[in-house]
């Protein structure tokens, strides 16, 4: 059988992913005896897609796992920080920091980016689309928009970013959950009727699971909705999955079956909304008595964020590229509004603009290969919140 164009990890950790240039780079450094110098890189970004204002640093704990082992020490930002890109001043706020021999990790560049662009730009709208729905239960459908090599990193991100559960089953493991879900039309479909579908999973399915069922494969949403209340009997929730062609007003279908479920007596019964919502569709459903969305290309298909590494420091001497800020820099952040500062001293006074004083704010992460930091992806999930509710956002 021929491969999967996805790599493994064996292939990941021995770096036959990375760009061809930085295997250049290490031989040309190791001839010339130049791959002993000891340098400092940072993890930086200069801008945010569509304009968003802050964004929420995810991926940490694979980079973690990835340099385990190697001769280099790191320090950043805990994963889970909400950050805005750059200080008052306009310098890039370093969210890592990377020390040692530039040849030890040179050549992990590429994949210590991908593990922090892609799933850093997943929590933030995920953390968005948890600002639009306040509350409301979000669990992540989005797997099947991507490589499915990805599902457990997009998962992983989705819920720290602030969705409850997650569908696939690789990613309720990382979390540490179970694998949410409904049920899918084509259960419908091969059944041969809503009806038939509902009854046939209500027997066979664990009483665990959850009941909601899936609404619009045949009938209309208000019909169908009785009917499975009707069948199962602790019917959770029903999951309306109205198509945009046949949509007309989602707000006002939803208001319309949630009037027929507490009119007959089923007013435990939550309505779930799913079809290509993102968090502008999310904002309008809010108060037309929608329990929760499954939210899904909007998540998934965030868009990456633009953080490099760069050398910063050399031997001990400040270098950088143009365009770039010399230095190994420290990150401080305001306890009060969680702006961030950068200094060159790790022991500086900053005044934050709210009148506050920053606190140092950058944290040991690996110490010669060692990790001197582990959080479970539900507190980082939790200090996301926390952070979203201090800022207002929430
Ligand atoms: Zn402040």
Not at 118 to 142: L, N
Not at 155 to 163: H, K, L, N, Q, V
Request: net charge positive.
């Amino acid at each position: 059988m021929d491969r999967l164009f996805a790599a493994n990890e064996k292939e990941i950790r021995d770096a036959y992913t990375t760009d061809v240039y930085f295997e250049r780079t290490n031989k040309i450094l190791n001839s010339k005896g130049l791959g002993e110098a000891d340098v400092w890189a940072e993890f930086t970004l200069g801008s945010l897609p569509k304009k968003w204002p802050w964004a929420v640093l995810c991926g940490t704990e694979e980079v973690l796992r990835l340099t385990e082992g190697m001769n280099v020490d790191i320090f950043g930002v805990p994963e889970g920080t909400i950050f805005r890109t750059r200080s008052p001043k306009g310098i890039r706020v370093p969210l890592m920091n990377i020390h040692g021999r530039y040849t030890d990790f040179g050549e992990m560049e590429t994949a210590m980016l991908g593990m922090l662009c892609h799933p850093s730009g997943v929590a933030t709208a995920a953390a968005r689309v948890r600002c639009a729905a306040k509350e409301k239960k979000i669990m992540a459908f989005g797997n099947r928009r991507m490589h499915p090599a990805i599902s457990g990193v997009l998962d992983r991100s989705a819920y720290i970013g602030g969705c409850d559960d997650v569908a696939s089953k690789i990613g309720a493991d990382i979390i540490g959950k179970e694998a949410a879900g409904t049920v899918p039309h084509a259960l419908m479909l091969m059944m041969g009727s809503d009806e038939a579908a509902f009854r046939a999973f209500d027997e066979t399915i664990e009483k665990i699971v959850p009941r909601i069922m899936l609404i619009y494969t045949f009938s209309d949403e208000r019909e169908a909705s009785i009917n499975a209340c009707k069948i199962v009997k602790d019917l959770k929730g029903v999951r309306l999955d109205t198509p945009s062609s046949r949509r007309g007003s989602l707000k006002e279908i939803i208001q319309e079956v949630r009037w027929e479920l507490d009119s007959k007596g089923y007013k435990n019964v939550e309505i779930i909304a799913s079809g290509g919502l993102n968090e502008n569709s999310i904002r309008e459903l809010m108060g037309s008595g929608v329990s929760g969305f499954g939210v899904g290309t909007s998540i998934s298909n965030a868009p990456t964020l633009d953080i490099s590494m760069d050398l910063v420091c050399k031997n001990g001497s400040a270098i950088s590229k143009k365009g770039k800020f010399g230095g190994r820099k420290y990150t401080y952040r305001c306890p009060r509004c969680l702006s961030m500062d950068v200094s060159l001293s790790e022991n500086d006074s900053i005044t934050c603009s709210c009148g506050s004083g920053m606190e140092p704010f950058e944290t040991p992460l690996l110490k010669a290969g060692k990790r001197v930091h582990n959080r479970s992806p539900a507190e980082i999930r939790k200090y996301v919140l926390a952070q979203l509710k201090q800022l207002g956002e929430l």
